[in-house]
């Protein structure tokens, strides 16, 4: 009983003391009996209390969505430029299965053939859902040797009552090959405008870099595949990046 007693004192201690504006170090004690202080209006659930943190609270909101938004354009901004670097990057040094553009023609007058070294090089043509064309290889595959060079052709068809806009993508399988397989003529990257049932004969020349053969990595390497998938150019459309497609 004694200890209850002074449990019961210490209650009535805070609401005399609330009664004349003054809470103290009580306020503990009677969130612990109970009494939570819900019904002082000079507490902390009290209304003007509640309406302080509504308001820290809104502010705070308002700086993280700020925050947010500002990641999320900054992010945009970044993945946007990726692309066409990647894409540039790539088309120099082969990443991803990327075939290498840009030789100059002193380099292919003066390359050397590797007569005993025979690749195959196979072709694949996709079109994404999206575009209504018909695009194929014109031949299913070729022969080459690494310092040879060598002409392709695919061919294209609108056959709808429309004009479309296509724009193409590609790759190179295995990977590794990517970096000797060298376009010196190809349409990929490059709108394609096709009128109504317009059919048109798309070049890739190419050739096999000789270092090929001294690569040991390439030793079991007979087979190369050159693939290409066309999509309807849209505006703001973002094609998948070369190699990973």
Same mark, same amino acid.
């Given at each position: 009983?004694?200890?209850?007693?002074?449990? !019961? =004192?210490?209650?009535?201690?805070?609401?005399?003391?609330?009664?004349?504006?003054?809470?103290?170090? !009580?306020?503990?004690?009677?969130?612990?009996?109970?009494?939570?202080?819900?019904?002082?209006?000079?507490?902390?659930?009290?209304?003007? !209390?509640?309406?302080?943190?509504? +308001? +820290?609270?809104?502010?705070?909101?308002?700086?993280?969505?700020?925050?947010?938004?500002?990641?999320?354009?900054?992010?945009?901004?970044? @993945?946007?430029?990726?692309?066409?670097?990647?894409?540039?990057?790539?088309? =120099?040094?082969?990443?991803?299965?990327?075939?290498?553009?840009?030789?100059? @023609?002193?380099?292919?007058?003066?390359?050397?053939?590797?007569?005993?070294?025979?690749?195959?090089?196979?072709?694949?043509?996709?079109?994404?859902?999206?575009?209504?064309?018909?695009?194929?290889?014109?031949?299913? +595959?070729?022969?080459?040797?690494?310092?040879?060079?060598?002409?392709?052709?695919?061919?294209?068809?609108?056959?709808?009552?429309?004009?479309?806009?296509?724009? @193409?993508?590609?790759?190179?399988?295995?990977?590794?090959?990517?970096?000797?397989?060298?376009?010196?003529?190809?349409?990929?990257?490059?709108?394609?405008?096709?009128?109504?049932?317009?059919?048109?004969?798309?070049?890739?020349?190419?050739?096999?870099?000789?270092?090929?053969?001294?690569?040991?990595?390439?030793?079991?390497?007979?087979?190369?595949?050159?693939?290409?998938?066309?999509?309807?150019?849209?505006?703001?459309?973002?094609?998948?990046?070369?190699?990973?497609?």
């Amino acid at each position: 009983m004694g200890l209850c007693a002074r449990g !019961w =004192a210490r209650v009535g201690l805070p609401v005399a003391r609330a009664e004349r504006g003054g809470w103290g170090p !009580w306020r503990a004690g009677l969130r612990l009996h109970g009494n939570g202080g819900a019904a002082y209006p000079g507490g902390s659930t009290g209304p003007r !209390w509640r309406r302080q943190r509504e +308001e +820290e609270w809104s502010r705070r909101n308002k700086t993280v969505l700020t925050y947010l938004a500002a990641g999320v354009v900054g992010m945009a901004g970044l @993945s946007y430029a990726a692309v066409p670097l990647y894409r540039l990057y790539c088309q =120099a040094t082969g990443l991803g299965g990327t075939a290498v553009a840009g030789h100059g @023609s002193d380099q292919i007058e003066t390359m050397e053939p590797v007569k005993d070294r025979i690749i195959k090089v196979t072709f694949n043509a996709d079109v994404h859902a999206s575009l209504q064309w018909n695009f194929r290889p014109q031949q299913t +595959e070729v022969y080459v040797v690494p310092g040879e060079t060598a002409l392709a052709f695919y061919k294209a068809k609108n056959p709808t009552d429309k004009p479309i806009i296509g724009i @193409s993508t590609y790759n190179v399988v295995p990977f590794e090959a990517g970096q000797y397989f060298n376009k010196i003529q190809c349409f990929c990257f490059e709108e394609q405008r096709l009128n109504p049932h317009e059919e048109v004969d798309m070049p890739v020349f190419f050739f096999i870099d000789p270092e090929f053969a001294e690569d040991p990595r390439m030793a079991n390497v007979d087979l190369i595949t050159l693939s290409y998938t066309f999509f309807e150019a849209k505006e703001g459309q973002k094609l998948p990046l070369p190699g990973y497609n």
